[in-house]
């Protein structure tokens, strides 16, 4: 090995970068695979990653994150921690599991498309080095809950979930596809490592890796802290893709691009992330509440680099985003847990008097929006009427991020203007959409989207038989002893007063 200083070499061996003289450039990168967006080959030749890395550097750095949180779960496997940990705590890494774990294999394909079809050298080499990150993070992800199996039967669903049609795994996978296997090398930089990993990752995996160490659970935060420093810099593949097409006319695309892939990721990531911080985590544990992080993390720190990098905030974010901040997980909350047969963790109400108390003070007004349902709720468990709890019917679900439509919440908050989803009638068909984000970004490609169908859609059009409440239960794979529960056996409801509103005076 030659005795020479890392950046005497490091640019000549990573950037590697020639003209084609026997092929033509559409043949090497077709535009399904590598749209360049109108920019010249060699335009994209000065792409240059923040953070840089070798392979030997790499492998090294790999090896000790392993030994160190292997060696952790390996302690932490043979004790008692699991079972003491919080049921909302343990309700939230199950959901986490199930939700994580096999996309993140799936992010290796989308990295390998960056590795093969990126258009920079030091790009293809950067994306390779993310490409081993993903396949590290799916392994690791099903071998920790696969380790929980003997304690937890549920954690299969870190491997099982993603292969059926569940709903919310109907949604999961439908985001993903969309923008890992369905995508350019170009909009997956943009989409993927920029949107997605720079913004929404930064909130699951920090946030969650400080909580699992508050409660106790050292195994789960050695293992999201680990992933979260290879995310930290694979994800800088999207701000050099950005910084070239804003310098050569394109920022229009990495607008669309961003304001596209900021919607669809708010979406889940409020449905996982906003329900494990406000509603699963034990309330003693609570640093911030959800709406806190999302102005820390994603109002201040995401929306700066937006601006450094010459983009403009989604059209969407006064309206539509901001105002959602107050209300949207807590009627995602209400609604899982009321349908909490569908899923396949046990829901934690999260509203005991004392946690009512703290959703107040970080939400104001969320008692005369949401307290009285948990209300009847909870005077029909204390009357020992636990089936009027229970769902006969389904909800309307979103055409375009599969999550129920929850609108009437926003309505009944003053967040919105009328209760009503939003409809398209094309060629036939009409599409039910939860907001007018989700249909702007149905109608800006709607042949990428129109061939779907909702877990609603298969069940009205005869696709699940019997078409009954079991029926639809079956077709999502869920048994009975899978099926969520009331992650405390309702002692949130025995706590709770008889007229909570009474009570408040």
Known sequence: MPRLARSEWYDLTRDMNWSLSYVKEEEVWPAELSDGFGLPAEAWWVWDEPYKVTYPEYVHNQYGKDAGVYAVNAVIGRSKVYEQLDPGWKSAIIAHYGVIAIPEYLAS?????????????????????????????????????????????????AHKALHTNEWGAVAARSLFDDMFT????????????????????????????????????????????????????????????IKLLVEHGRKDAAQQLVDHMFWRSWR??????????????????????????MQEWICKQFLDQFRDFGLEKPWYWDEHFLPELDWYHHALQLGIWYWRPTVWWNPDAGVAPEEREWLEEKYPGWHDTFGGHWDVIAANLRAGR??????ETFP???NLCHVPVVAPAGYRAGRLASPLPKILDRDGR????????????????PRRFQ????????????????P??????????????????????????????????????
């Open 468 to 505: 009954t409440m079991e029926g639809a239960l079956a077709y999502m794979s869920l048994s009975p002893e899978e099926m969520g529960r009331d992650a405390t056996d309702y002692a949130w409801a025995q706590a709770a007063p008889d007229d909570h509103a009474a009570a408040r005076g």
């Open 182 to 241: 369905a995508n350019d090398a170009v909009s997956t930089a943009v989409q993927l490592t920029f949107t997605f990993e720079t913004g929404f990752t930064n909130l699951q995996f920090l946030g969650m890796a400080a909580d699992a160490m508050k409660v106790g659970d050292v195994d789960f935060g050695a293992l999201i802290s680990s992933i979260q420093t290879d995310e930290a810099r694979h994800s800088q593949q999207g701000e050099p893709t």
């Open 268 to 293: 889940l990531f409020a449905l996982l992330t906003g329900l494990s911080m406000d509603y699963y985590t034990p309330l003693e544990h609570r640093g911030h509440s959800f709406k806190e992080f």
């Open 430 to 445: 009409r599409y039910v959409f939860c907001s007018a984000p989700c249909q702007w970004v149905f109608e800006q490609a």
């Open 386 to 391: 636990p089936e009027a709890t229970l769902p």
């Open 451 to 466: 061939g779907h169908t909702t877990v609603i859609d298969r069940f009205l059009g005869g696709q699940i038989q019997p």
């Open 396 to 398: 309307m679900i979103c």
């Open 109 to 157: 394909l989308a990295e390998s498309r960056m590795g093969r079809f990126g258009r920079a050298a030091a790009w293809r080499n950067m994306a390779t080095f993310g490409t081993l990150d993903e396949m590290r993070h799916g392994q690791i992800q099903t071998y920790f809950p696969h380790g929980l199996l003997a304690r937890e039967p549920r954690a299969d669903w």
